[in-house]
T-cell receptor, first 110, second 116 residues
Framework: GQQVMQIPQYQHVQEGEDFTTYCNSS?????IQWYKQRPGGHPVFLIQ?????EVKKQKRLTFQFGEAKKNSSLHITATQTTDVGTYFC??????????FGTGTRLTIIP | GAVVSQHPSWVICKSGTSVKIECRSL??????MFWYRQFPKQSLMLMAT?????????EQGVEKDKFLINHASLTLSTLTVTSAHPEDSSFYIC????????????FGPGTRLLVL
């Protein structure tokens, strides 16, 4: 079936260090979306990537979509305590449904 | 804009009872609503897709007679967990998509269900 894998499952970083989470799909995606879920909260939409090789930035966050549209990454520069949460990628395989990745839980050591 | 609400935000019930969860799009008409379930420390799993005025489409392994979905209007979808059991305890989240913005889903705040 269509699966979206995400690594790492957990990441602990010192405040100020960078953080990256990677997402891989079993098949080509129509688009990929990224969400952040704070502890006890619900997923909040961050961004959508549609084009092959696309790179988008939001302040300290950089999102990339692979050339083959099968992988994606989220990179956070100089993490802050407000970045704590679980980051999910969610792939659309062209059927307008989202398949969520397993998520990467980020904790920050002050 | 694009606000989705859910009610209730949390519910505790006895085993065997039924629980209804409402999902509303507050400032837009939702052509499609989705229902997800999330167990602790796990990812979101799509349960069903609901289109206004038609029957919901359930994902494989989701019992349609247990999880009743009604999408009666363009702003309201309901999920009823019938004869709830402790293993149904979970975080239920809905999302909505609107015409003209088909690729983005807007998520509600979720409903935490605890079945005793």
């Amino acid at each position: 079936g269509q699966q979206v894998m995400q690594i790492p499952q957990y990441q602990h970083v010192q405040e100020g260090e960078d953080f990256t989470t990677y997402c891989n799909s079993s098949t080509t995606l129509s688009n990929i979306q990224w969400y952040k879920q704070r502890p006890g909260g619900h997923p909040v939409f961050l961004i959508q990537l549609v084009k092959s090789g696309e790179v988008k930035k939001q302040k300290r966050l950089t999102f990339q979509f692979g050339e083959a549209k099968k992988n994606s990454s989220l990179h956070i520069t100089a993490t802050q305590t407000t970045d704590v949460g679980t980051y999910f990628c969610a792939g659309d395989f062209g059927n307008e449904k989202l398949t969520f990745g397993t998520g990467t839980r980020l904790t920050i050591i002050p | 804009g694009a606000v989705v609400s859910q009610h209730p935000s949390w519910v505790i019930c006895k085993s065997g009872t039924s629980v209804k969860i409402e999902c509303r799009s507050l400032d837009f008409q939702a052509t499609t609503m989705f229902w997800y379930r999330q167990f602790p420390k796990q990812s979101l799993m799509l349960m069903a897709t609901s289109n206004e005025g038609s029957k919901a489409t359930y994902e494989q392994g989701v019992e349609k007679d247990k999880f009743l979905i009604n999408h009666a209007s363009l702003t309201l979808s309901t999920l009823t967990v019938t004869s709830a059991h402790p293993e149904d305890s979970s975080f239920y989240i809905c999302s909505a998509r609107w015409r003209g913005h088909q690729e983005t889903q807007y998520f509600g705040p979720g409903t935490r269900l605890l079945v005793l």
